[in-house]
């Protein structure tokens, strides 16, 4: 099956980093299988944003599961996105829940979920989860595998 990615303006060129998220773009390209409920996954480990208060910097886990509609997010738009965040001052929620929504206003998926585990700062970690609603009924979506923060437990 052929699709058109002639709109893309990222994937197979070189792109420079965004300065924030609200400059990054992000693109999408036909899901090869619409109507079949099937989840992709991201999982972004390495996650950097700064604290709006102090500018320290934050890290997290991300992990980001969706079942297509009729769009998948282009790779490397969405890493692009991600990294964006690496001098924006945001709360952990804010960070996390903004990610989560913006994919969902380009996408329209069938569901999406995302897990924002983030690293202890002060000596409390800040878990931010949410989805879009219940997933459809059939759909496997496996744990995300993120173990909850131990510290030295």
């Known amino acids: 099956m052929s699709h058109d990615l002639s709109g893309l303006t990222m994937l197979g060129r070189s792109t420079s980093q965004p300065d924030s998220p609200e400059e990054a773009v992000l693109e ?3 899901n090869p299988h619409p109507g079949t409920h099937y989840v992709a996954r991201f999982t972004a480990p390495e ?3 700064l604290c709006p208060i102090t500018a320290q910097p934050d ?3 991300l992990v980001i599961d969706y079942i297509p509609g009729d ?3 282009e790779s490397k ?3 692009l996105y991600l990294t964006s965040f690496r001098n924006h001052g945001a709360f952990h ?3 996390t829940i903004d990610i989560a929504k913006r994919l969902v206003d380009l996408l329209e998926p ?3 979920r995302i897990g924002g585990y983030w690293y202890p700062r002060g000596g409390i970690p800040i878990d931010v989860f949410w989805q879009t609603g219940a997933p459809p009924a059939g759909a496997w979506i496996p744990e995300q ?3 909850p923060y131990r510290g030295r437990g």
């Open 145 to 147: 595998g993120v173990p």
């Open 28 to 30: 999408r390209v036909p």
């Open 71 to 73: 769009w998948l997010v």
């Open 47 to 49: 996650f950097t944003s």
């Open 93 to 95: 929620e804010a960070c």
């Open 77 to 79: 738009s969405l890493k």
């Open 110 to 112: 069938a569901w999406l």
């Open 59 to 61: 890290f997290a886990h």
